[in-house]
């Protein structure tokens, strides 16, 4: 028997990829994708961990 969820997950996932998909109606993959790494980058969790894998020789994060 299922209990009654008050977190869940894929619904938070579908609920993102909505809001992301709204952000970047109207434009290009190859806009969308840079809007989607600038955020990133400006992370503050995020940002120095993608820099550092970019950093590493032989990775491309992109």
Do not use: T
């Not at 993102?16 to 709204?22: G, L, S």
């Not at 980058?41 to 961990?49: E, H, K, R």
């Amino acid at each position: 028997m299922m209990k009654n969820k008050k977190f869940d997950c894929v619904q938070m996932k579908w609920d993102i990829q909505q809001q992301i998909a709204e952000e970047s109606s109207g434009l290009s993959d190859a806009e969308a994708h840079k809007v989607q790494i600038d955020k990133v980058v400006q992370n503050p969790i995020l940002g120095p961990f993608y820099k550092k894998v970019r950093s590493v020789k032989g990775i491309s994060a992109k």
